[in-house]
């Protein structure tokens, strides 16, 4: 599909306008006094600047507002002696403790260095702890682009309220900012010491700091290990050290850690749980199978009914990665969710039923089964709000598969009623207009997904964006558009899990119209439909066909992190190195960027 080159017109007209509308803005915002400020520093009449900027400064409660564009125009003229006559002048008069950061930046412009050492001092000697103050004084100096005074500020608050985790946030920041790592790292450390709640922020703020700087890596984890030495037994660090292993793809080691904190703190397996979730979520799938060895040899420590839901949990993520055609492992879920039902309380509090309904959909294709277990959910949940909203698209999604369109509309509808203002009702909203779209009320649809594109679920507004792309750019003038329709029903039989009959419509489509602008889409539906029969040989050669003659349009990267999955299935994993390498130097924009990031940083 033609996208690239319509999309950049448009994006590259729309830039224009903006930055046509910003400048038209900022001409407008610029006030007379500094437009003449202005004239008279660009003919360099100096003299004429000087009375000029003399007159317009005030001190009246204006000062403020008139101090910071005269002290830039000062600055640009260099006439540093009036800058600092206006700051003393505004300090005798109102008592602003942090007009004195201007006063030491002033003076350091004017060379006057004793002068700029003593006033430094003083606004030193202001703090006393007052958190307000010392913020303001802070971002003055950031203001003027001063780390170096601003960390001063947070040093000398930091010792005088004897409190070395008070201002941990702004000052690691920038102790970082100005490559002073070992200072960064250690007030991360102390913040995360004594507040243990922000855990998850102090991580974020060292993924900023080390990003992929081996060296830098290496540094925090000695820093961890000394602190270590002084407090073993504290959690934060142990759980910091432990996320820096899995940084550097040492599972085993994270393991073992966590095993011997399990034991000695004696925490029944809670935080061996934890750590099967984060090696799920990095798709290391060992590591989380040796954490439930783990537990299952402790089975006395641990919750026997979470042991099995993070059974589920392994053998789910195998048979994603099995791209569901493994029959051991999809014995052995139904085994798992056998187990989990003689807990029928749990079964149905906890969600489990819920997602035994997507796996009998998504995997089994027993379409009546799980429309009678999510009829059981409906009952179980009429007062539990937001399961049986989910219950309820689950059943829309069955009567679909069943061919009962009007039915699962109305069900999707009652949804996006109940939840106008959530992330249920969006998603409802979207079913809808698939629906739509599969029927081939393109115009309805296209409405419903314009307001999606706003939707609060970046997964939602992702593939509303995509679909209403599609819709719009593939318009035609006919009042049938034939292409279209079937590309829609063709679609439509992949979800109904119809692939004979949806391969011959796309053979069909593309032998009638070779030229249409559809052929792209649907090579990669038909690459779709291919691999969900296991024919993998002719999927790569659909999804390669796209990544060499539709390099331009915008199904490529698709293409090519469809290439690398089904070349990870066939273990070929050089193939996959390839393909995501391309990704990433080609479509650097890729929503599927971190996908190649995440294999790549394991080779």
């Not at 319509?6 to 830039?15: A, H, P, R, V």
């Not at 001092?121 to 010392?134: A, E, K, P, R």
């Not at 998850?200 to 081996?214: G, M, P, R």
């Not at 053979?507 to 691999?531: E, I, M, Y």
């Amino acid at each position: 599909m033609k996208r690239t080159t319509n999309n950049f017109k448009y994006l590259l007209f729309t830039s224009i306008l903006v930055g046509l509308f910003t400048c038209l803005h900022s001409a407008h915002a610029q006030t007379p006094w500094k437009a003449k400020a202005l004239e008279l520093l660009q003919k360099k009449e100096f003299k004429a600047l000087h009375n000029w900027c003399k007159q317009h400064i005030t001190y009246d409660n204006t000062f403020r507002d008139s101090l910071e564009e005269t002290l830039s125009i000062l600055d640009s003229a260099k006439n540093y002696s009036l800058a600092l006559e206006i700051i003393n002048k505004g300090i005798q008069s109102f008592h602003y403790k942090d007009l004195w950061v201007d006063q030491y930046v002033f003076e350091q412009k004017a060379l006057l260095t004793k002068q700029a050492n003593n006033t430094l001092q003083s606004v030193l000697d202001f703090i006393n702890g007052d958190d307000m103050l010392t913020t303001q004084l802070a971002n003055r100096f950031q203001f003027y682009n001063n780390d170096a005074g601003a960390i001063l500020v947070y040093e000398r608050a930091t010792s005088i309220l004897r409190n070395n985790y008070v201002y941990f946030g702004p000052l690691s920041k920038l102790y970082a900012r100005n490559n002073r790592i070992p200072e960064a790292l250690e007030t991360l450390f102390n913040g995360g010491i004594y507040l243990p709640n922000q855990a998850e922020e102090i991580k974020a703020s060292l993924l900023d700091i080390i990003q992929d700087d081996e060296i830098k890596l290496r540094q925090c984890q000695k820093g961890i290990l000394k602190k270590l030495n002084e407090q073993p037994n504290n959690a934060f660090l142990n759980d910091l050290l432990i996320w820096i292993y899995t940084l550097k793809n040492d599972w085993d080691q994270a393991l073992l850690l966590e095993e011997a904190l399990d034991t000695r703190l004696q925490e029944n397996g809670q935080r061996i749980f934890k750590f099967i979730d984060l090696a799920l979520k990095n798709n290391a799938l060992q590591p989380a199978n040796d954490a439930l060895n783990y537990l299952s040899s402790n089975a006395n420590r641990a919750d026997a009914h979470l042991v099995l839901l993070k059974r589920l949990s392994i053998d789910q993520s195998r048979l994603k990665a099995s791209l569901g055609n493994d029959t051991a492992i999809r014995h052995s879920i139904n085994n798992l969710y056998s187990q989990l039902q003689k807990d029928t309380l749990r079964f149905f509090e906890e969600g489990t039923a819920i997602d035994y309904v997507s796996y009998l959909t998504q995997y089994e294709h027993q379409y009546k089964t799980a429309l009678q277990l999510v009829n059981k959910c409906l009952e179980r949940y009429a007062n539990d709000r937001a399961l049986e909203g989910t219950s309820k698209l689950w059943k829309g999604d069955l009567l679909l598969l069943l061919n009962k369109p009007w039915e699962a509309s109305l069900l999707y509808s009652q949804v996006e009623k109940t939840f106008r203002e959530d992330a249920l009702g969006e998603e409802a909203r979207y079913k809808n207009a698939k629906l739509a779209y599969y029927t081939g009320e393109f115009e309805w649809a296209e409405g419903q997904l314009s307001v999606l594109k706003t939707a609060t679920s970046e997964l939602i507004a992702n593939d509303a964006l995509k679909l209403s792309m599609l819709l719009i750019e593939n318009k035609t003038n006919d009042s049938v558009n034939w292409e279209m329709l079937a590309y829609a029903k063709a679609d439509f039989l992949l979800f109904q899990n119809k692939p004979k009959e949806a391969l011959q419509l796309i053979d069909s489509s593309c032998k009638q119209n070779p030229s249409h602008p559809l052929q792209d889409d649907f090579l990669f539906l038909k690459a779709s439909v291919l691999r969900s029969i296991n024919d993998f040989e002719g999927a790569l050669s659909a999804l390669e066909k796209i990544k060499k003659e539709y390099s331009k349009d915008v199904l490529a990267d698709d293409a090519l992190n469809e290439l690398a999955t089904i070349y990870l299935y066939l273990k070929n994993d050089a193939k996959a190195k390839e393909c995501y390498e391309e990704l990433l130097e080609k479509y650097p924009g890729s929503t599927f960027v971190n996908n190649a990031r995440l294999f790549l940083n394991k080779k």
